[in-house]
């Protein structure tokens, strides 16, 4: 079992939809969680940040945790085309071992 | 304020040669790490500084990769000799202590 799984995709939805994305760990050690937005040719950029479990809303995105379960998402409401891009989940314990999951590659279609 | 900067941003190599990477991380990250990140794949952590200490470098092919960070500011990460899987996408990232990363551009690397 990989450490960090995440549905690769690639998702299109319409303009407008929301958008729900998913990652699954098996470390229950993981205490920080984070979602990166990538497009393509560029570095990750950090969307969200959350410590342990429970939802952290930032304009027309939340992020979820749930570590009983050991499952994050983040949800992206009145996705626009601009939000087409590789979506990454990532963990971490203290500030260290950060772990990424694969991407899932999201199309918003205008 | 200014992000986290990379060189180059593109290098071609032949198998078997040497190449050096350059980053400079946002002005008071104690933190530094370095990624590799290969097509259709999320980065994969080689090497994580804290000042110029190394925390982790688990996943460091050592027997090839080799990385510094001199007076905990600029860091370099050097692959030799290089191999056909080194092929991807290196990301230099910064944070403050047990915070966010912020990352570079990259340097994408080709060996044939």
Known sequence: ?110 | EAGVAQSPRYKIIEKRQSVAFWCNPISGHATLYWYQQILGQGPKLLIQFQNNGVVDDSQLPKDRFSAERLKGVDSTLKIQPAKLEDSAVYLCASSPPLDEQYFGPGTRLTVT
């Open chain 1, 1 to 110: 079992q990989k450490e960090v799984e995440q549905d690769p995709g690639p998702l299109s939805v319409p303009e407008g939809a929301i958008v729900s994305l998913n990652c699954t760990y098996s470390n229950s050690a993981f205490q920080y969680f984070m979602w990166y937005r990538q497009y393509s040719r560029k570095g990750p950029e950090l969307l969200m940040y959350t410590y342990s479990s429970g939802n952290k809303e930032d304009g027309r995105f939340t992020a979820q945790v749930d570590k009983s379960s050991k499952y994050i998402s983040l949800f992206i409401r009145d996705s626009q085309p601009s939000d087409s891009a590789t979506y990454l989940c990532a963990m971490s314990y203290y500030g260290q071992n950060f772990v990424f999951g694969p991407g899932t590659r999201l199309s918003v279609l205008p």
